[in-house]
């Protein structure tokens, strides 16, 4: 089992370009979380998807968006970059299904963001 | 609102002396808690988790938590600590069923020889 695997491990993008990370979830689960791990910081929520759908989004503006496909993998897009994207984003995935919120969550290593 | 509050952002302690990181947290609703490790250049790993069943908690690598409710409390403990237990520990929360889980800063446990 490869757990949760997210790809690419380091990135450097200018501010005003667009940025597309992504994420495969451990097997067997069905859904998938994105965190912004900001330098000396704990992860703040950036959203939930489940089913393809967003299901729970925590304070990100709309510059932050995401995808989940069919077969559970997810990606997190990031518009008009900032200085102040610069961050570890890690993805995590749970078998959540219905009512069952707080069951365990696998994390990724994490995608480190460079902004410059 | 929920909040979780990590009251020391590093702890230092010597290989074989006893581990205690705090975490307190603001809640209106019964909270689950739990406590992650994240070790460099790595993901998070669950440590222990409290769902509302015994208020004493084990977990993995010798760590355990007790839930406080009076104290709104929720400390890691470790009897004897080891070299390999150097890394970032976070408290989280989730109150109520909410989906959203709330991360303390983190605090950094720093292991000496």
């Known amino acids: 089992d490869a757990g949760v695997t997210q790809s690419p491990t380091h990135l450097i993008k200018t501010r005003g370009q667009q940025v597309t990370l992504r994420c495969s979830p451990k097997s067997g689960h069905d859904t998938v979380s994105w965190y912004q791990q900001a330098l000396g910081q704990g992860p703040q929520f950036i959203f939930q998807?489940?089913?393809?759908?967003?299901?729970q989004r925590g304070n990100f503006p709309d510059r932050f968006s995401g995808h989940q496909f069919p077969n559970y993998s997810s990606e997190l897009n990031v518009n008009a970059l900032l200085l102040g994207d610069s961050a570890l984003y890690l993805c995590?995935?749970?078998?959540?299904?219905?009512?069952?919120?707080?069951?365990?969550?696998?994390f990724g290593q994490g995608t480190r963001l460079t902004v410059v | 609102a929920q909040s979780v509050t990590q009251l020391d952002s590093h702890v230092s302690v010597s290989e074989g002396t006893p581990v205690l990181l705090r975490c307190n947290y603001s809640?209106?609703?019964?909270?689950?808690l739990f406590w992650y490790v994240q070790h460099p250049n790595k993901g998070l790993q669950l440590l222990l988790k409290?769902?509302?069943?015994?208020?004493l908690v084990k977990g993995i690598n010798g760590f355990e938590a007790e839930f406080k409710k009076s104290e709104t409390s929720f400390h890691l403990t470790k009897p004897s600590a080891h070299m390999s237990d150097a890394a970032e520990y976070f408290c989280?929360?989730?109150?109520?069923?909410?989906?959203?889980?709330?991360f303390g800063r983190g605090t950094s446990l720093i292991v000496h020889p």
């Open positions: 809640s209106s609703y019964s909270p689950s």
């Open positions: 409290y769902t509302s069943a015994a208020t």
């Open positions: 998807y489940y089913e393809e759908e967003e299901r």
């Open positions: 989280v929360v989730f109150m109520g069923g909410s989906y959203i889980p709330t």
């Open positions: 995590a995935s749970s078998s959540l299904g219905q009512g069952r919120a707080n069951t365990e969550a696998f």
